[in-house]
Every structure is written in structure tokens, then in C-alpha cells.
């Protein structure tokens, strides 16, 4: 695909994208950025980032980076430009939303002084981040494609960071002015693309193009040894949580689970990352005194693969929330590429009709913990039948390729910017 894309590529994109999380952060949205981006620079297009001082999740600086008002790198032929902003770490509301419009203010002053783009492109769930694209957009009239990760604000009505009223009916009608106001949007999932249409958008502005993995940087491979003795893993049926811990994964019930399955020797839990709840899930384990689970601090995303290759399974586990259904973790497709059997307790939706196509795990109710020790006792104890999962996960890693996706979005970003 790329070479033929090389091929009929005639005129080079600069592309301007406004995203608060971007690596060393290795979240979702920055990993989606970064990985797409990259393949746009490698087709000989000039690709500009405007981003924070990696911070996520604790709301900390990382190592090596101060929280200045300007600073630039290149990492991987991208043009970074880092913003100050307010810090908070990914929990509660006040502090959070100081953070998301700091953002938005900082990366849209910085965007007025940058090259003339030919298209501007800002990604959510950091809502006020597309607020700034499209400020943008408008004082430079250059074309703004909104890229919709989450729906937002619902979504945190959803883990219940605020409650239905009068701002959050507000911030739907700036989140409906945005649709309506960008060239296109760019919807992570079917649902989202519906959910749009419902309420009176465009249907023909609204692409769809689902979440991948960049297959080459993962693939099935021996538990890492470093990692292995660092969390004494050895000889255990792991259940893998990999990624953020944060209000959307109703973490307690995993263990709840785990506390069901104490007495299983064999069996033990893997929490790996950070985010809103890590302490909190540390401190219950604590005084549960559970000894059949491990947290593992945040890994830069260079280790992901080694830290997926401890794993069994690979656990997704999300809310009981309908606002979910509509929601793809991207964690699945890095386990489907590590050939890891997937094992979803989420609100049945997309994420679940993709796992029953591909037939790569066992989907389970959200927030039922007897079900998910259930679930994975029957894959700890089936041989064949998790052989079978992971062969079919392998297979399905591979079609959801992210050199697919970044060529998919290029089409749309190629199209906003002729107008």
C-alpha cells in the first residue's frame, strides 16, 4: 500500500496537529498520533506537532523536560513544539479542566506563529484542544479536521466527574458548533459516526477510520527476563491490565475478581501503567492483602511489547456505561499483535462484535467480577481452546494495521486541504 501510495502522491502535505498527549507518553491518543505521523513524514510529507511537556498521568513532569513556555525537538523527522500549561493529574474536574483549557490557549498562540500549514487537524478526548484547532483554523483560514477519539463531554458524565447541568449542555452545543464547523471529522468508530448523524451532522463530512497497531513494533516473543524478575512472574497464568487506571476501567472489580481467585496458585494479575485510581487500587490490594496480583510502574513505550509479553491474556475492562459501547480500546489491537487471547469486560458494542468476528477471547459483562474469574479460569484450564483465541488474535492484529490508517486519514486530510 505504501509503495503505491508513494507512487500517486503528487503534491506534500504540511500538516499541523494539536494534541496534548503525545510520546514519551504512551496513552492511546499520543501512540495514534505519533504512529501515523510518522508514516506521513516517511511519504515525504512535513508533519508539526503542538503538544505539553509529557505529564500524563500523574500530572508530573517526565525526566528530561521542564514546563516551558516554547520549546521545540524533532523526534523521528516530526517538527515538536512544546506549550506551557497547567498540570493536573488525570482525576477529578477543577484541576483537569485548568489543564485542558491552559492547553488551549498556550497551543493556539503557538499555532499563530507557526509556518502556514495546509490543514490543521486536532484530536479529543482533550475537547478544548479542538477548540484551539479550530480558533485556528478560523483566524488563519486554513481547512480544521476534527478527529473525534471520545464523546466528549458525555463521556465524563459517563465515570461521573460531573453530573448532567446547565455547563455540560453548553459544552454540547460547542462540541455540535465544532462538528458543524470543521471541513471533516474523523470518527474512531461506527457508533460515534451514528451518533453524530443523530444529532444533525453531515453524515458525508464524517469518516471512520478505527483504531490500529503498528504490527512491526510488537509480535509474539519469550517473556521479557528483566521484567520477569522484576515482578516474579514465573510459571504464572497472567492476566494482563496494560494502560491507564483511571475513572473509565472500574479497576476495583478486577480485583474483586482477583480476591475470588486467591486460592488458584497458578493464576495472577498483571496492573501495569498509571493514572487516577493506581493508589487508590494499591492501597485495597493492600488491605485486602492480595498476593496474586502485581502493579507495575508506567513503561515508556519502547518496553510495551516487552511488557505485553509477561501477559497470558490480555484484560480490557471498561464502566458499565452505555456511553462505552461506543468505544474501541486501542489496547486491543496491541494484544491482537502480540498474539495474546483478549478477554473484554466492556458493555457489548464494537468492541465486542470486533472480538466475536475474529473469535480471538471471551467477551464478559462489565462490573461482574464473578464472571471475569470465571472467564479466566476457563482459559487458564483450556489448553486448546486458548491456543485457538491466540492464533485468531495473531491473525486479526494483523488487519488492523496502522500504516493503514495513517494512509486512510492522509485521503482525508489530502481532500480538507483542496477544500
Not at 24 to 48: F, I, L, M, Q
Not at 58 to 87: A, C, H, S
Request: charged share 20%; net charge positive.
Amino acid at each position: 500500500m505504501k509503495a503505491s501510495y508513494e507512487k500517486t502522491n503528487k503534491q506534500n502535505l504540511h500538516i499541523l496537529f494539536i494534541t496534548e498527549n503525545f510520546p514519551p507518553e504512551t496513552n492511546a491518543s499520543a501512540a495514534r498520533v505519533y504512529e501515523r505521523a510518522c508514516y506521513w513524514v516517511k511519504w515525504g510529507h512535513d508533519v508539526t506537532i503542538i503538544t505539553c511537556t509529557p505529564n500524563f498521568p500523574e500530572g508530573e513532569v517526565y525526566p528530561g523536560y521542564t514546563n516551558r513556555w516554547y520549546q521545540t525537538e524533532t523526534m523521528d523527522g516530526l517538527r515538536i513544539v512544546r506549550v506551557k500549561t497547567f498540570m493536573a493529574a488525570n482525576k477529578g474536574t477543577v484541576r483537569r479542566t485548568l489543564d485542558f483549557l491552559s492547553f488551549m490557549i498556550s497551543s493556539t498562540i503557538a499555532g499563530l506563529f507557526e509556518r502556514r500549514p495546509d490543514v490543521i487537524v486536532a484530536t479529543s478526548p482533550q475537547f478544548f484542544a479542538a477548540v484551539g484547532g479550530w480558533i485556528l483554523g478560523a483566524i488563519r483560514r486554513i481547512p480544521f479536521v476534527f478527529e473525534l477519539g471520545d464523546l466528549w463531554p458525555a463521556s465524563i458524565v459517563a465515570v461521573g466527574a460531573m453530573r448532567p447541568n446547565l455547563g455540560i449542555r453548553l459544552l454540547e452545543k460547542l462540541e455540535l458548533f465544532l462538528y458543524r464547523h470543521s471541513v471533516a471529522v474523523v470518527a474512531l468508530t461506527n457508533a460515534f459516526k451514528s451518533n453524530l448523524v443523530k444529532r444533525g451532522i453531515n453524515k458525508n463530512k464524517i469518516s471512520v477510520i478505527i483504531n490500529g497497531v503498528d504490527a512491526w513494533r510488537y509480535g509474539p516473543r519469550a517473556a521479557d527476563p528483566a521484567l520477569l524478575t522484576q515482578t516474579s512472574l514465573h510459571e504464572k497464568f497472567v492476566v494482563g491490565y496494560v494502560g491507564t487506571h483511571g475513572m473509565a476501567h472500574a479497576l476495583n472489580n478486577v480485583l474483586d475478581a482477583a480476591e475470588i481467585l486467591r486460592k488458584s496458585e497458578e493464576i495472577s494479575f498483571l496492573f501495569a501503567g498509571g493514572g487516577a485510581d493506581r493508589d487508590n487500587l494499591i492501597n485495597d490490594a493492600r488491605s485486602r492483602a492480595l498476593t496474586n496480583l502485581v502493579f507495575l510502574d508506567r513503561q515508556p513505550k519502547e518496553k510495551m511489547p516487552a511488557v505485553w509479553s509477561l501477559c497470558s491474556v490480555a484484560l480490557v475492562h471498561l464502566r458499565n456505561s452505555e456511553v462505552f459501547r461506543d468505544v474501541i480500546p486501542s489496547k486491543m489491537f496491541e494484544a491482537m499483535a502480540m498474539g495474546l487471547p483478549i478477554l473484554l469486560a466492556a458493555p457489548e458494542g464494537e468492541a465486542s462484535e470486533i472480538l466475536r468476528q475474529n473469535n480471538a477471547g471471551l467477551h464478559v459483562p462489565p462490573e461482574m467480577p464473578s464472571a471475569l474469574a470465571d472467564a479466566i479460569q476457563c482459559l487458564s484450564s483450556d489448553s486448546a481452546l486458548y491456543t485457538k483465541f491466540a492464533s485468531n488474535s495473531l491473525a486479526a492484529g494483523a488487519i488492523h494495521s496502522r500504516e493503514s490508517q495513517a494512509h486512510e486519514m492522509l485521503k482525508v486530510l489530502e481532500k480538507s486541504a483542496r477544500g
